[in-house]
């Protein structure tokens, strides 16, 4: 062993020697501070797991039909029971790494003896084979996997009382001290409105809000704002944009001709339960089984609202090619639903046992097909129609205007026209599910009943009943360890830019651990406690000192924490895709504010579902709104689902193609391209120079103006010698062109105010789309 | 100013270093030494970046995809089977159709009535292909081809087919090949994205085309196909607004610059740096595009290559001619598609007219890639999702029917980049319906483009919620049969 350590530190050296380059890749991807030093005390969960996992699990883990050698690593019998082929030798010998063959074998120099074997194109690290040796010596201490136990309130560790807000602040302030941190200033007012307004609205503050809390300096100013804020109508629909990933809604059926489908009241339902503040609890059972729970007016039968939330289970795609197989289809669409919940409620990767017991994460595949059964309960067919036979295949539900004026207020209904809804409901009759063999819709094999994997918490019938309805017990049971922690984590990442795991979608063995595992867990705890209150939790998170920290980036942070993952600084995010358009409606002036509603078509290039299409059904030609609709908020901008709209996706939305949790975050050429180009983008800096222009004033207060509304705080005067500057060269060139004056104010449909000066207007406009391409117009700072 | 800026090079993050190193320095021995580093623990960070260097010695270095959407009849274009024709209005033997599922649309059929090409066959070039009297200009060039006869496939309609060999999944939301190939190669020109796409369509039945064929997947999004329009703006966006021009567009980011040069000293986020970066190559990008697609100044020999056809914005010849240049400047994979091969019924009339749209300009690109002495490094592939029944769909006369899925067997070529040229591999039975000799499945096609572009199908992977993902997923066989 000794000799492969020398001889891996020697091909480092070599490396570092002959290639001067390398060695700072090799530096750099091995000096998170995390992994280089050996811990006194190994941890399992922490530090062998996740390398067992990863590199050994596949072959020696949950999935006995691939297990080689009959050995399995993921549980102590396993690990320390005699060696099939040779009963006095033990995989792992407590205490003894010389006697366990595990070590030896990850050791080997022998390439036929050597794991993972070389054809795996997996290998270990020195580092990891240190940690496994010094976890042998200490005794090989198994644990259960962190993410199913129970989670539980921790003492609440000491901290600076003068730093510290509530609870939060002292877990983070605990982990900041251990990495050497200290947490940054708070941050400046501007920085932290334009911040807590983009994170509880999707919205910039206006100026009005930007000279108001200025101007407040009462201790609870800033909580008066996030009150104000939290109140706002649109709280729900930034809420609800995250949600709309996890549900993949859209307004299509995403498959081939791509019909028309109208799952819209869904949508403004789901605003409307995150403004109405709906316990998570709540949300989530009416989601899973509005249409199976009693009206809380104790009349029996579910409300229209109660059923309408069940929509959420039939948002997944839905086929109308003509020539399918009706069985294929209809086993797909309870597999997306069985993989949705999954990944919604329990960020776990159930579709991995959809075809052979989960590799990694202890879900058979029984108990993939015992969930399954709960969605395989409806009447539906695989194949309903072809393209344009339903907008709403059934099971539905019609909404009608008696029902928008009594009890389904929120649904912004257009037209008299009635609307409908897809919508769950089981059958009469159970139909019996079957383990599908490989995952073949017409490979029956045993029959199974509802269940859930035992590892997270037995679904016992006589405690939870049957169906769905029992699912939802299931979830919201104070011993089922993920449903809380899941939200709370989620919703952590929406205001830290990364989850407390950081894998938002995957709490299994092969996700992150979490970076806080007692805030987490406290959090998690306290959310339920405080009876699934989802307003408290985002108040909680947003009066933190924590949250309120100052953005500013110190070479100390780019070393020690690059990520902040120990948040001793507010991370700087840019804008989610829906919101980088809202960002630029709202503060040049022209967003038009309505909530829900039929989804809109704003400017698109042309031709883009044209040349898609085969020119069957409704959507084969893109036939774009006018008027007040093209000022709508990103949310509701339409989404056919196999021409997704193109500055979305350029700014990394979700296709709704399947459930997402976490969108990526990337920085690209075209999205500059939109950023400069796009008449959706150009046209706020037209008007609101022509608005400008018109106003009293010098240019110097113009410009300020327009400053403090795309940027959101006051420019700073060398800032404001730059955009001077670029104003009267703009101006001067203009003068001189009154005709590219002309053409460059001729942009977008929106009413056009009477300029004597266009020369000054287009200069302003100019600027003003300067401003727009800053790179901290469209970040949350 | 800007200068300077860019020389602030201090507080670069690993990320963007890396991103650099890797591209830029592309030698072969060095990328054997980080390759190691870039697969453990770290991974999920560096994963995000385009690895840029192959495994081993790639044959091919760039891909261009003529995919023919809808799915072209094999027996009507390279599988020649004068039994059909012999045996015209006989039923399909139940010994032959096996176990096959049907779709919906023949699956009630009580009968399966066998029918033969209504297009001639003649045998070309020193390799003897059978080429359709359609398609005399491929014919031309069969010496060149590598003709596969045995590609088969599980899904049996248009939207798991199509999504299965893009993507290699049927369903899901997996990365497509050309952005398995972004990540796994990165670009070669900093001016044009890695993974473009061109469409187009025909006029027979067509099945449409949508963005998952060309998705990113779970991969970063940089590695998102970017479709090429047809219309003024070749990529969206491109343009610049009436009113700019290069000049006013060059001082705005000079200004922006500097005012992000300010942000920064604020910020100190070297993400702001990174965003500069992104401007820049947008710009340059502006210049770039329309040099390269503007088809107008095209020497008159190359448009009588590619028929006058290639001249006209958005048809399958123009489409191919610019896959062409920009394959030439440096983008990884060209991906095309050209709809309207659904022939349900009414074969005889509408094949031709598919056959005429792309036979001519198919043929022209391999020779003129040849004459470029580009052929070697381009590899060039031509076919659809699955092949087409032997058997009559609908009502059966012998000079119009239709046929329906096939999913056992059915064919494609390839060209240059690394495969054999002036073969045919694999064999049909007598009725083209089964495979009897050195079948290909889509995942071994995947497996074997990838060896042919250096990559190794096993090792190209990607972590993503928990497992590692790759574009043949738990299978895949090289094919050495028609690796050169």
């Not at chain 1, 729900?236 to 799952?263: I, N």
């Not at chain 1, 679904?459 to 939802?472: A, C, E, F, I, Q």
């Not at chain 1, 420019?715 to 060139?733: N, T």
């Not at chain 2, 090079?9 to 830029?24: C, E, P, Q």
């Amino acid at each position: 062993m000794k000799t492969l350590t020398v001889k891996i530190k020697y091909f480092f050296l070599l490396c570092l020697v002959t290639v001067g380059i390398a060695s700072v890749v090799w530096n750099c991807t091995s000096a998170s501070a995390e992994t280089a030093a050996i811990p006194d005390e190994i941890d399992y969960n922490f530090h062998i797991r996740p390398i067992l996992s990863d590199r050994c699990f596949k072959c020696h883990g949950p999935d006995a039909n691939t297990r080689e050698a009959n050995l399995r690593l993921d549980t102590p019998e396993g690990a320390f029971a005699a060696l099939k082929d040779n009963p006095k030798a033990h995989a792992i010998v407590a205490g003894n790494p010389d006697m366990s063959a595990v070590f030896l074998r990850i050791t080997s120099k022998d390439s036929t003896q050597l794991m993972p074997p070389v054809e795996s194109n997996l290998k270990l690290t020195q580092h990891e084979i240190d940690l496994i040796e010094k976890w042998i010596k200490q005794g090989a201490k198994y644990k259960a996997h962190w993410a199913f136990i129970e989670p539980k309130k921790t003492n609440v560790p000491k901290a600076d009382e003068d730093w510290v807000v509530n609870e939060i602040d002292n877990f983070v302030y605990d982990k900041m001290r251990e990495k050497g941190l200290k947490p940054n200033e708070e941050a400046e007012k501007e920085q932290l409105l334009k911040r807590v307004s983009l994170d509880l609205t999707g919205l910039p503050p206006t100026v009005e809000m930007q000279e108001r809390f200025l101007k407040d300096t009462s201790p609870d100013a800033y909580e008066k704002i996030v009150d104000e804020l939290l109140k706002n109508k649109h709280y729900g629909e930034k809420m609800a944009t995250y949600w709309l990933d996890v549900a993949r809604y859209a307004d299509s059926h995403g498959y081939q001709d791509d019909g028309l489908r109208t799952m819209w009241p869904w949508r403004d339902w789901v605003i409307h339960a995150y403004n109405e503040n709906y316990p998570y609890s709540k949300f989530l059972s009416w989601q899973l089984a509005g249409d199976l729970l009693p009206n809380p007016d104790g009349s029996g039968k579910p409300s229209k609202e109660m059923l309408l939330a069940t929509g959420f289970n039939r948002n997944h795609k839905i086929t109308q090619e003509g020539g399918v197989i009706d069985e294929e289809y209809r086993v797909e669409y309870v597999t997306d639903r069985t993989n949705t919940f999954g990944k919604s409620f329990l960020s776990l990767t159930f579709e991995c046992a959809k075809c052979h017991d989960h590799k990694y994460d202890p879900i058979s595949q029984k108990d993939y097909y015992s969930t399954f059964a709960f969605f395989n309960q409806v009447p539906e067919k695989g194949l309903f129609g072809t393209i344009d036979a339903s907008y709403a295949d059934p099971p539905n539900m019609a909404i009608t205007d008696a029902d928008v004026k009594s009890l389904l207020k929120f649904i912004n209904k257009k037209d008299t026209a009635k609307v409908m809804v897809m919508v769950m409901k089981d059958t009469t009759k159970v139909r019996t599910t079957y383990v599908l063999n490989r995952g073949n819709y017409d490979a029956h094999g045993d029959s199974v009943t509802f269940g859930l994997p035992k590892s997270i918490l037995s679904y016992d019938t006589t405690r939870y009943g049957r169906g769905r309805l029992g699912l939802v017990k299931w979830l919201l049971d104070a011993k089922n360890p993920l449903t809380s922690r899941v939200y709370v984590n989620r919703i952590w990442a929406q205001f830290f830019g990364r989850g407390i795991v950081k894998t938002l979608g995957d709490f299994g063995m092969q996700g992150e651990l979490p970076s806080h595992p007692q805030l987490l867990d406290w959090l998690a705890v306290d959310f339920r406690e405080k009876g699934w209150n989802i307003r408290r939790l985002v108040k909680q998170i947003v009066m933190s000192a924590t949250y309120r920290q100052s953005s500013t980036i110190t070479d100390k942070h780019l070393k020690t924490d690059p990520d902040n993952i120990f948040l001793a600084r507010a991370s700087r995010i840019r804008l989610l895709a829906e919101n980088v358009r809202d960002y630029v409606l709202s503060s040049s002036g022209i967003m038009n504010d309505e909530i829900g509603g039929p989804s809109i078509k704003p400017y698109q290039p042309k031709g883009l579902w044209e040349v898609a299409t085969s020119g069957r059904g409704s959507l084969s030609r893109y036939v774009q709104d006018h008027e007040s609709d093209l000022y709508r908020r990103g949310m509701y901008v339409f989404i056919k689902r196999t021409v997704p709209p193109p500055t979305m996706l350029i700014f990394d939305a979700s296709n709704r193609d399947q459930c997402e949790v976490q969108r990526v975050r990337t920085n690209t050429p075209l999205q500059a391209l939109v950023m400069m180009n796009d008449p959706q983008m150009i046209e706020g800096s037209r008007v609101l120079a022509e608005n400008l222009t018109l106003e009293k004033g010098s240019i110097d207060e113009k410009l300020e103006k327009a400053f403090r509304m795309v940027l959101c705080r006051k420019p700073k005067e060398k800032e404001m010698e730059v955009i001077r500057q670029y104003f009267a060269h703009e101006s001067g060139l203009l003068k001189k062109d009154p005709k590219r004056a002309e053409k460059l104010l001729n942009i977008g449909e929106y009413k056009h105010e009477p300029i004597k000066d266009k020369a000054s207007a287009a200069a302003l406009m100019q600027t003003i789309q300067l401003l727009y391409n800053m790179e901290e117009a469209i970040m949350r700072v | 100013m800007e200068n300077e800026f860019f020389k602030n090079r201090l507080n670069i993050t690993r990320r963007h270093f890396l991103s650099k190193s890797a591209v830029g320095l592309g030698s072969m021995a060095l990328g054997s030494l980080l390759m190691p580093n870039l697969f453990t623990g770290e991974e999920e960070n560096l994963a995000q970046l385009p690895l840029g260097l192959p495994h081993f010695a790639p044959k091919a270095k760039r891909i261009i995809y003529l995919f023919q959407n809808g799915a072209p009849s094999q027996l009507e274009t390279f599988d020649y089977k004068p039994l059909l024709n012999k045996m015209a209005g006989e039923d399909l033997p139940e010994s032959i159709r096996g176990t096959q599922r049907l779709t919906g649309m023949t699956a009630n059929q009580t009968k399966f009535p066998l029918i033969g090409s209504y297009f001639g066959f003649k045998q070309y070039g020193q390799s003897g292909a059978w080429v359709s009297d359609m398609l005399p200009n491929m014919a031309k060039i069969v010496d060149e081809l590598c003709i596969i006869k045995t590609m088969n496939t599980e899904a049996i309609n248009h939207d798991p087919a199509l999504t299965f060999i893009q993507t290699g999944a049927q369903v899901g939301n997996r990365p497509s090949m050309g952005a398995w190939m972004s990540y796994g190669l990165g670009s070669e020109n900093k001016n044009l994205p890695a993974f473009c796409v061109l469409l187009s369509r025909g006029r027979g039945n067509g099945q449409g085309v949508y963005s998952k064929l060309w998705t990113n997947g779970f991969l970063d999004s940089t590695h998102q196909g970017v479709v090429f329009s047809s219309g003024e703006d070749p990529i969206l966006y491109l343009k610049d607004s009436d009113g700019i021009d290069k000049d006013s567009r060059r001082r705005m980011l000079d200004k922006l610059a500097e005012l992000n040069h300010l942000g920064f000293e604020t910020s100190g986020d070297p993400e702001v740096q990174a965003k500069v970066q992104q401007y820049e190559m947008a710009y340059r990008m502006q210049t770039a595009v329309p040099e390269l697609t503007d088809l107008s100044k095209e020497p008159d020999h190359i448009v009588k290559m590619y028929g006058p056809e290639c001249l006209v914005p958005g048809t399958y010849a123009a489409n191919v001619l610019l896959a062409r240049k920009l394959s030439e400047s440096g983008v990884r994979f060209v991906q095309l598609y050209h709809q309207g091969w659904d022939q349900h019924g009414n074969l005889p009339n509408e094949m031709p007219l598919q056959a005429e749209d792309v036979d001519r300009s198919s043929a022209a690109l391999i020779m003129d890639l040849k004459q470029r002495g580009l052929l070697d490094e381009t590899l060039v592939i031509w076919g659809g999702e699955f092949g087409r029944t032997n058997y009559c769909q609908g009502t059966f006369t012998k000079d119009n029917y239709g046929r329906d899925h096939h999913p056992r067997a059915y064919t494609i070529w390839m060209a240059g980049g690394g495969v054999k040229p002036g073969i045919v591999y694999g064999e049909t039975d007598e009725f083209g319906y089964n495979v009897i000799k050195d079948p290909v499945h889509i995942n071994d096609f995947h497996a074997t483009v990838m060896h042919l572009m250096g990559l190794n199908h096993e090792q190209l992977t990607y972590k993503h919620l928990g497992r590692r993902y790759r574009l043949t997923d738990v299978a895949g066989k090289l094919v050495p049969g028609i690796i050169a």
